[in-house]
């Protein structure tokens, strides 16, 4: 049947015969129709304007259903985001070419077919309408502004001169949710993965000499003590490192670049090599603009803890190497310095290089990929493929300035 239109107050309370004259009129047919007739009319709150739509899928409206909260993130200068407990949503607006009416208690063509007795004339108020309605599409949570706050100020040690003057910026994990546009779970493993801790009540990054002093002193009494990699105790650490630093900060360290497990009522942890490796190679390159490749692999071996094995796939997204030099060489190149827009992040690496293999760019992008989503498809998005000495190579589709 056809919508029914507005009608103004004074008419609303409509006889069935008006109804029946108005359907000869329209030429329709009342035995292809319900019974029941919506007598529409536009209630005294309809033209405030103050409705909005969300349309959500079934497991955010569970959420609601459950009595869980949905918060709306952003400042004024950023595109909202909607996040429930884990997950982030853009939000658009879609507009529609029907006007979408709001009608409390409206009965659908299933309810009435269902109540065979429903009155024959509904007179339904009209409380509100609305030409669009936002739609939530999942995205990547929008984590890069949580590094750059706490890098405002890293954390130098307890003697530092920033902390004393109690002037640097602080961030509890309240401003972190007001300020970040991602869920809480996704703002508190991000916290994890970039080794942020708590000081204070606030939330800090270690400086990153400060981390490889306080790194050092843990490798050094491994190697003095000549501890297995694989189980250092944490209760002598504190006693033997705790006249050197803060307990809590050696503890950090131990849990930034170790796995912790308790093994006969005893806390140890098992140390990751991968990562005191990629953290030593960071030391070496941050100082040069570029190294010998076969220099630097040299001095690396050597400066890492001993029974420890460096390898280059340590070092993805944190340095490149390119082999068309002559000798070939290494330089730093951080994937989080890079933009988090994949316009962006495409642009920036194609001016630092013109043309790259799948597995150079791939450390670089591999963080921008989405749900189900491959470094095959962006490729394919963002860049355009060609053969160079038999090796597929990929360079940007847009002239880059």
């Known amino acids: 049947p056809p919508r029914p239109l507005p ?11 008006e109804v029946d004259v108005t359907l000869q009129t329209a030429k329709l047919n009342p035995a292809e129709l319900l019974p029941a007739v919506h007598c529409l009319s536009f209630g005294p709150q309809a033209g405030t304007g103050e409705c909005c739509l969300l349309q959500l899928e079934p497991g955010l409206c569970a959420e609601l259903e459950a009595g869980r909260s949905l918060v709306i993130r952003g400042e004024k200068d950023e595109q909202a985001v909607l996040c429930s407990k884990d997950k982030t949503y853009d939000m658009k607006i879609a507009d529609t070419s029907n006007m979408l009416l709001f009608i409390p208690g409206c009965k659908t063509p299933e309810q009435l077919n269902a109540d065979q007795a429903s009155c024959n004339i ?3 108020q009209i409380a509100g309408f609305s030409n669009n309605y936002w739609e939530l599409r999942r995205c990547r ?3 890069k502004k ?3 706050l706490l890098m405002e100020d890293p954390y130098e040690g307890p003697d530092s001169q920033n902390d004393q003057t109690l002037t640097f910026s602080k961030y509890t994990t309240e401003d972190l949710l007001s300020l970040i546009q991602a869920s809480e779970e996704e703002i508190m493993h991000q916290l994890q993965v970039i080794d942020a801790c708590k000081i204070g009540g606030y939330w800090r990054i270690l400086e990153f000499d400060y981390e ?5 002193h843990v490798t050094q009494l491994i190697d003095s003590e000549s501890w297995s ?3 250092v105790p944490l209760r002598t650490c504190l006693e033997e490192l705790g006249s050197l630093e803060p307990t809590e900060m050696i503890e950090h360290i131990l849990l930034s670049y170790g796995r912790k497990y308790t093994d006969d009522g005893e806390v ?3 140390m990751h090599e991968d990562k005191i490796c990629r953290a030593i190679a960071q030391m070496l390159l941050q100082n040069a603009v570029k190294f010998n490749l076969s220099e630097f692999q040299e001095v690396w071996q050597q400066s890492v803890p001993e029974g420890m094995t460096t390898r280059l796939d340590q070092l993805k997204g944190l340095a490149l190497v390119d082999r068309t030099s002559r000798p070939e060489t290494i330089c730093l190149l951080k994937v989080e310095d890079l933009p988090e827009d994949n316009q962006e992040r495409f642009n920036s690496l194609f001016s630092i290089r013109e043309k790259w293999t799948e597995e150079d760019i791939t450390p670089y992008i591999q963080d921008l990929c989405a749900e189900k989503q491959t470094v095959g498809v962006l490729l394919t998005k963002y860049a355009r493929s060609s053969m160079q000495n038999g090796v ?6 847009r002239p880059i300035s």
Do not use: C, Q
Request: overall charge positive.
């Open 392 to 397: 597929k190579v990929y360079n940007s589709r």
């Open 212 to 216: 490889m002093k306080l790194l050092n």
């Open 122 to 124: 509904i007179h339904s």
């Open 268 to 270: 140890y942890f098992e």
């Open 146 to 148: 949580l590094r750059k």
């Open 229 to 231: 990699l694989s189980k």
């Open 141 to 143: 949570p929008k984590l």
């Open 7 to 17: 009608i103004d107050p004074a008419d609303a309370m409509r006889s069935r015969a």
